[in-house]
């Protein structure tokens, strides 16, 4: 077999274990959406506004996308690198890679059924607006902005036991949301804080969907950084990949 | 007879610890081989490394001539996990499939649920099986791919007699269908019933590699206590492998007292009992020493 037809096969079962506890994805697909309700909707000066609500109901899509991919990621693959059944997956004969994309399909697509919700009430309570190519082109960029994230999150599942992965992904996935201008948009920041949003994911994946979106300027910083964080990331998630005997105790 | 997977003076330290230390071992196509040793001896680790999941500190391990870190060489091989870790959500029927779907000359589910008593159970989720049924799908799993070599780790632990025995007949069915097997154990009886090679580690080495029953007769161990004045003349008697206070480790029972008798020795509290295989592995480490 292919790796991407392996890797399907992982992300179908991965898939099949995770909604077979229903409440596990509910807490994925409303999550994002109530924070769109409670931190967008309420504020008249953004979300009457075409621009500026065009703009918040992306910045919560890469919230929510990167959010989801950070814990999903990390904590998921954690968590199964405490219990047994992983390292007996590793004891077939499929290559490191096909566990790493199995996981990014299976919870890429979960973050992507999050979207759904938000993007009906983004599209029915505040003045965002978009064309169904805008909507297309979009979501695409969301899917590609969030590879970042989901190495992230692989990467902090395979270098570290479970309690430091939550420790270590709220940390920073608060970091990367602030200082990536997805609560409070960036046209709001003192320079220094600016001159260092460039240069975090977050911040890119903002910029690239914003520009997905609306069009414009793409600044190089934006997808060189974007292509850059994306493999540096996968280098590093497989090298952690193939280091990892399961977890470790001293 | 090819040889299936070679093991080329590897060692595999943990930190300060050694599990494994300098072994050499090489596992032929055809036989079923019995890897028996006390909890600790290095057996989980040298099954981990033969299936690509430890890397070892030295030395080099090879499966099918090649490094079993590269996924293409675990094509033919079939593992167990140790414990029963299957995926709760999962029905009986999708575990199989899953890890069938890996293997190019895979075994039907039907036809792999019929022979592990698992037909009844396809449709059920993992989490709701019992303790025999699951070690009964872990081990089919093993089988699914159609391997030449099947590592089994530890794969009756905790089982029943009944379930044992019936665990035992399917794993001679799939030897005697062309499988090499591989199985550890602790408990003498299993190998016992099911190898014709024994390899016997303690402390990370190998202590014995032989027929099963030259390994039998070499832990077939008695232990003499008495008390005596003087204990260090006792212990230089012909056939004593091992004393310690006033314990005697003795190949041959019968004629140790024979010569006990005839040295003229003093002694009182005499007592003669078969020794357990903790204790035999212990007289065998000493001899190796």
Known sequence: ???????????KYTLLETIRIPISIIGTLVFPTLSLLFFVVPQASISQDPLYATQAVISMSVFSVMVGNLFSFGLGIAESRAKPWEP????????????????????GLMSLLALVPLLLVGGLLTAATATPAQLVFGLLAVAVASLPFALLGICVGY???????IAVIQVTFFALAFGGGLFLPPILFPDWLN??????????ARDFVIWAVEGGELAPLTWIGLAAWTIGLLALALVLFRRDEGRRYR | MSTL??????????????AVDNVTLEINSGEILGLLGPNGAGKTTLISMLLGLRRPTSGRVQIFGSSPVDAASRRFIGSTPQETALPETLRVGEVIDFVGSHFAERASTGALAEEFGLTDLLRRQTGALSGGQKRRLS???AFVGNPKLVLLDEPTTGLDVDARRTLWDALR????????????????????ALAERVVVMGQGRVLADDSLQGVLDRVGVRIVRLDSPDPIAVAALPGVVRHDSGTYFVNDSDA????????????????????SLEEAFLALTEVAA
């Open chain 2, 256 to 275: 140790f007292l024979v010569e006990l008798v005839r040295s003229g020795l003093a002694f009182r509290d005499l007592t003669v009992r078969g020794a």
């Open chain 2, 139 to 141: 081990v089919a799993l």
């Open chain 1, 159 to 165: 270098s570290m036991s479970m309690k430091a992965a």
């Open chain 1, 88 to 107: 007996y997956l590793r004891t077939l004969p499929a290559p490191g890679i096909v566990r790493v994309l199995g996981h990014i399909l299976s919870t």
């Open chain 1, 1 to 11: 077999m292919s790796v991407l037809t392996l890797s399907a096969v992982h992300a």
């Open chain 1, 195 to 204: 001159a260092i949003s460039q240069f975090l994911p977050s911040r890119m």
């Open chain 2, 5 to 18: 997977a070679r093991l080329d003076g590897v060692s595999r330290s943990y930190g300060a610890v050694t």
């Open chain 2, 173 to 192: 069915r799939q030897h005697n269908a062309g499988a090499t097997v591989v199985v550890t154990s602790h408990y003498l009886e299993e190998i016992e």
